[in-house]
């Protein structure tokens, strides 16, 4: 039952083949058995979800069952959920409880799925390892000595071990595609603007975007279908119209122009999934595609603007945690002063303090136009490298992660190799252009990950794109050995 897709599980709800509960029992059932050693998982819901699954049960029973009705999913412990811990994988937040709904979260339960719980995450979205939660790492299903990526990795290695039917995520520089790519699931970040950003807990509010993560580009079609759309509560959110998502997934390919960036397979890159990767894009051109190279000559400012511009917009954005209005406060605080910085300083991990640190430093009145505003400036050049590369082509392919999954602490004491990781999958995110990445074959037998870039707006093409592929390959439907 595990291994089916929410397009197949859909379809078996519909059939009366199973329930919604016994779809919930059972995939409780397989958290409890196996998350023990991969803590992907924060939190389960088991009650909210059998009640949901009753929910959907009736829904289905009178007819009245759409593409999500009944399916079993789990939310990145980023969004808030009412009534349930919201932990945004802090010790911060480990107490608090939301009292409302991310828009995303609301969208999805309107859709009648069931969630079963809440995955573990980078603190504060903050790591590209899964290493830097309160909660602990997250291990890797296809490699347990291995990260999984992050700060999806929770979501991610859920996921692929088959433990959810899909899940949701958020990337700021890579947290839902690189992750993606480590675990061998199909992972999609939104042009910004398309998912509302209410109600999921901000680290650098001009980046963030939530996304599906699941087996497929199918599955992630109806899952965007859900969370996507104009939400007046978010005023970055985009007002405009949202296409029906599976509709064009079969489109043919004939014509497709992929660009691919010189600077994407140079140094740095293991040759191992360079090759991997440049199978897939063969695969692309017996579909009919049309393989163009193309340059993107600011993709080596990407990396460092970024460690501007997301620790600035992360320091103002954590200023609320204060230990006063909610979140940890220390014991016994001997004044204000003390309470604050106690609070912060036990309720917040090294990466966070990091880069709140280097925020408040490139804000501060003699730096900010040494480094904030220039990096605004190089923010834009990235954007006009994206801008002249869509003139030429329709898509930009190339890996997502410059290697397959790393071991634990492996580079966990050395920030700028961690900060390298996302050396692919930053620039989409300077420029708030959409990107998905899916699983080609593997190196090694661990996951590797092809990254498609869009234009704005373009997630129907990258979906049919990666469907296309996805059709022809079976990388995707490969499971962990053990699960
Ligand atoms: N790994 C990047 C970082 O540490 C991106 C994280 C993210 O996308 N949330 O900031």
Known sequence: MHNKSIVELGAALRAGECSSVELARHFLQRIEALDGELNSLISTTAEQALAAAEAADKQIAAGEAGSLTG????????????????????????????????TVVSKLKAAGVVSLGKANMDEFAMGSSNETSWYGPVRN???????????????????????AAAATGTDTGGSIRQPAALCGITGLKPTYGRVSRYGMIAFASSLDQ????????????????????????????????VPDYSASLNDSLEGLKIGLPK??????LDSAVAESVEAAIAEYKKLGAELVEISLPNTGLAVPTYYVVAPAECSSNLSRFDGVRYGYRCDEPKDLEDLYKRSRGEGFGAEVKRRIMIGAYVLSAGYYDAFYLKAQKIRQLISDDFKR???????IMGPTSPSTAFGLGEKADDPVTMYLNDIYTIAANMAGLPGISIPVAPVAGLPVGLQIIGDYFAEARLLNVAHKFQQATDWHTQVPSGF
């Open 263 to 268: 600077e994407y397979f140079g140094e740095g």
């Open 389 to 395: 590369a869509f003139e030429q082509v329709d898509v």
């Open 141 to 163: 299903p296809w490699d347990k000595s291995r990260v999984p990526g992050g700060s999806s990795g929770g979501s991610a290695a859920a996921v692929a071990a088959r433990l």
């Open 71 to 102: 399916i079993p999913i789990i939310h990145k412990d980023i969004f808030c959920t009412e009534g349930v811990k919201t932990s945004c994988g802090s010790r911060m937040l480990d107490s608090f409880i939301s009292p409302y709904d991310a």
């Open 210 to 241: 939530g996304g599906p993560m699941a087996r497929s580009a199918e599955d992630a079609a109806l899952l965007l279908q859900a969370m996507a759309g104009f939400d007046p509560k978010d005023s970055t959110s985009a007002e405009a119209p």
